[in-house]
């Protein structure tokens, strides 16, 4: 396989994509591409001993937080986003991982690498760590306005992933909503569901989000702004319980010391939240690989990344996508001419 | 005050009730009408000497968890719901505090107490355990497809109660959305934003569910449908992180003897957590108070709950929505016109 890594797109950029670069170079079989400032990156690299089968590709321009990701998507060729994505785009390489800015990576992959055939609205997905191990959510935030076909796609592309990827067979596709029964839910639910239960095999109909954390579904469908405020009041929740658990066990010496022999299962259980482990999620619906990770990724993180970044590219995922979208849009043909 | 208490309400009905009322009968100067099937209400009250301003008032049904909401307001008309807020509609009780089943109170509320005139959509508030206190959240489940109007009539309705009830003056208004800066959101937050800006004195835009966690809002804005998401995956994220926590800690003979040492601390995390703590929530533009707590609810909580529907009543909470509702309303003709 041929991996390009975006070399500025963490946080703490370079530092963390090139000791991932090299790392993944020294354990995988593969070609791996770290796009950014040659000098700079040359210049790091140079007392490191890195692999042969690590490369080097130029690019001079940064997408920074700050940047209108729309806008610099456009104006702005010469990102390591851009250039990592043209690799892709021109078959020189198999996938593209990045730990930028989410946003910008979504805008460029569009400008760069535009939609898969019949696909209306490429989709963010996340990875839950769940009772049962993990299940993913689409879309976490690309699209905040959308309609009952956008959420069939999701469920399409959802279930492809899950399958191909992450070896659920046939995955259990649900939709996020407000309750459980049929009939519960919004507008757009109450709309799509019967869409699903006539072309997705295995719809089991809808969970709450505690069914989810049950890991009842392998594949959440919800719109991106439900999908967005479900991934961030999760997070937000567990770290707002994690603050008060600390902040009282300060409040005493028992308490104290119970949290340092307690210490190991903390750990553990920091490890199972960590979207680290995961790595990164495929934005799915472009033509072509794009797994954007955290950006506070570290160099672990950006080899989990680029280790769930190749078995994509390994199972055919993109090729995959494209037969599931046209087959499913073949037996909806009100939907494929809006396509 | 005349504070109605449901005695059928809670998962354990009527003894957590019955345990309360007492308890609150004892407490507060206040007389506490305790509505169900008199003879069971009678029977189990006979050796616990209730104060002499506990008062039985007979209701002969009781609203099932598995009853139809809509149909069942209007068809069981003699339910200790029912008969509770009747007594509240003929102003022979200045509030109902009930912990059964939530979509089976605000249909008998739709029905018994109609809305305050002007107001389109009753809503369901929550409060939330935040890193400053507590900020409530509207609407959590009543309407899961709202317009503009309504966001903008929740936020209304929020600032009093903050105001009036929990003595945040002026309160810090937000709306929920996928981001912090102006313009982000779906379409719905995207055209309240500008109704809250010119209508409500300290908006403050739109919080991500962080900013909720981190109590920079004290009134958080939001369809029902999103809040109901928002509130079940903090429930289920928290929960789901706490039995990770136990599980990771039962590994060890060590990691067992820190959480029985830092057993003070979780004991203190899960008051702060516990809804029990704040007893019950209004539901905001019926025609008569009426306070929902959880189902779990057990007599302390019942007491707690009872305590904050009255002080919503001592500071005449209705009469400040009507007003309230009416004022803003006659700045929108638009809205007015609609109402």
Excluded: W
């Amino acid at each position: 396989m041929r991996i390009v890594l975006d070399a500025m797109g963490s946080d703490a950029h370079p530092d963390p994509e090139i000791r991932a670069a090299i790392e993944a170079g020294r354990i995988l079989n593969d070609e791996i591409f770290l796009v950014g400032p040659k000098d700079l990156l040359e210049t790091k690299l140079k007392d490191l001993s890195p692999p042969s089968n690590l490369h080097i590709v130029h690019a001079s321009q940064v997408l920074e937080m700050t940047d209108k990701p729309a806008e610099s998507a456009r104006s702005k060729t010469d990102t390591s986003m851009a250039v990592g994505m043209e690799l892709v785009r021109r078959g020189e390489a198999d996938v593209f991982v990045t730990a930028g800015n989410t946003g910008g990576a979504m805008a460029t992959a569009l400008f760069q690498l535009r939609r898969i055939r019949g696909v209306r609205r490429p989709a963010l997905t996340a990875q839950f760590p769940v009772r049962t191990g993990h299940c993913i959510v689409l879309d976490i935030g690309a699209n905040t306005d959308c309609k009952p076909e956008h959420l069939l796609q999701f469920a399409i592309m959802g279930c492809v992933y899950a399958e191909k990827v992450l070896h659920k067979s046939p995955p259990r596709v649900a939709l996020l909503s407000n309750g459980e029964e049929t009939g519960k839910g919004n507008q757009l639910i109450k709309e799509t569901s019967p869409l699903l239960k006539e072309l997705i095999p295995n719809f089991i109909g809808n969970v709450e989000p505690k069914e989810l954390f049950n890991g009842e579904a392998d594949v959440v469908v919800t719109d991106g702004f439900t999908g967005n405020i479900l991934l961030k009041s999760s997070e937000a929740a567990a770290k707002f319980l994690s603050e008060l658990l600390r902040a009282e066990m300060l409040k005493s010496t028992r308490t104290k010391l119970g949290a340092l022999l307690a210490k190991p299962a903390f750990v553990n259980v920091k490890k199972i939240m960590d979207p680290g482990e995961i790595g990164a999620a495929p934005l799915l619906g472009v033509n072509g690989l794009v797994f954007i990770g955290h950006g506070r990724s570290d160099a672990h993180a950006l080899v989990n990344a680029i280790r769930v970044a190749r078995q994509a590219a390994e199972a055919g995922l993109l090729q995959e996508l494209r037969t599931a979208i046209a087959e499913k849009l073949a037996a909806l043909p009100s939907v494929q001419s809006e396509g």
